[in-house]
């Protein structure tokens, strides 16, 4: 196990130092490479600030005026039918929208169910095969400016519900 963390602390400088490496050896000016493409960076990031501005207020606008709540307890009453706890649900709708509101909610789950009852664990797993979709796609989308999503949102939701099936199923199969 040591040797793992002794690997672990120097793989990042290690694969910068072949980087570089690779870059003398081709005769790439590294650095101003480096430069431009940090300065690229932060242009997609001023780029794409307004659109994050504005899911991350959304987000918190549903969650604090009890949406987010009340429709996890509609739809929860509906998947316990289909085998899908309805405890998990909250977790399930926020994390399409928000990774860092999910993980709170994957602790509130820890706390009243255990991290190893079948709920901590088909919690845990259900966030480890899920997407921030919304986000995501809001963010992708904007920096590359695409207009016409087609059938991404169509695939996104079934992988996430394929997620979302796999992590109950596989929890079941662990407990």
Do not use: H
């Not at 793989?11 to 005769?27: D, E, H």
């Not at 087609?150 to 695939?155: A, I, K, N, V």
């Amino acid at each position: 196990m040591r040797i793992l963390l002794f690997l672990s602390d120097f793989i990042v400088p290690f694969i910068i130092f072949l980087i570089i490496c690779f870059g003398i050896l081709k005769r790439i000016q590294v650095y101003d490479t480096f430069v431009k493409g940090a300065r690229s960076g932060f242009l997609t990031v001023a780029g794409i600030l307004p659109t994050l501005i504005g899911l991350m207020t959304a987000v918190g606008i549903l969650r604090a005026s009890g949406f987010l709540n009340w429709l996890s307890g509609l739809l929860g009453r509906i998947t316990v039918c289909i085998g899908f706890p309805g405890e998990l649900v909250p977790l399930a709708v926020v994390r399409m929208f928000s990774s860092s509101a999910a993980a709170g909610l994957l602790l509130d789950v820890y706390k009243e169910y255990g991290t190893d009852s079948f709920l901590g664990l088909a919690a845990s797993i259900a966030m480890s095969c899920t997407e921030t979709i919304f986000y995501t796609m809001s963010v992708y989308f904007m920096a590359v400016k695409v207009t016409k999503t087609r059938y991404t949102l169509t695939g996104a939701l079934a992988a996430t519900g394929a997620g979302l099936a796999a992590s109950v199923i596989l929890a079941g199969m662990m407990i």
